[in-house]
């Protein structure tokens, strides 16, 4: 009885790692691809985003700290998924060389002051109106937000357009 209590605990442990020994609970390291200079001019990732964090639909608020730096803050839209992000925004270099210049990617470290902390990495469409990256969490998620507050988004004449503009965006998220 001792020897199958033994093997099951074995089994048990053996289970819980990876076949280099690592165990399964481990943080997975994000690797953020290479960033890239847009020739209109340095990305800009201040404003509202809306979209998911590893599937969970918020909103993501984002302020300029600095030349290449940003303050985050997410709030999930039934408010009980909250986190701040310490942003750093990568320089590269344009196609055409010269000095490096802010490219259309920002990486980040988080926390939601709950002991739950990670990293990832965002990247910026040329247009500005779009972010897509991934947030590590324990393991990978993806992240995915439009700009809400975009300056070629037109401004609804009055309160009733605005509110059937707001659920038009939320049936696009959604």
């Given amino acids: 009885m001792a020897r199958l209590l033994r093997a099951a605990l074995l089994l048990a442990l053996a289970g819980g790692c990876k076949p280099n020994g690592a165990r399964v609970s481990d943080v997975v390291d994000v690797t953020p691809p290479s960033g890239e200079v847009y020739p209109e001019g340095a990305s800009d990732f201040t404003g509202e985003w809306v979209g998911e964090s590893a599937g969970i639909f918020g ?7 600095a030349s290449d730096r940003y303050y985050g803050r997410f709030v999930s839209e039934d408010g009980l998924i909250r986190f701040v992000c310490n942003l750093r925004q990568i320089r590269a270099t344009p196609p055409e060389g010269g000095a490096m210049l802010p490219s259309n990617l920002v990486t980040f470290q988080w926390q939601d002051g709950r002991g739950g902390r990670g990293g990832g990495y965002v990247l910026i469409n040329r247009e500005g ?4 990256g991934e947030i590590r969490y324990g393991g990978l998620g993806p992240l995915d937000f439009v700009r809400t507050d975009a300056p070629d988004m037109e401004a ?3 309160a009733e357009t605005a509110e059937a503009f707001a659920d038009e965006l939320d049936e696009q998220a959604g």
């Fill in 129 to 132: 109106s779009a972010l897509t």
């Fill in 59 to 65: 909103t993501l608020s984002i302020q300029r700290l």
């Fill in 156 to 158: 609804p004449a009055d």
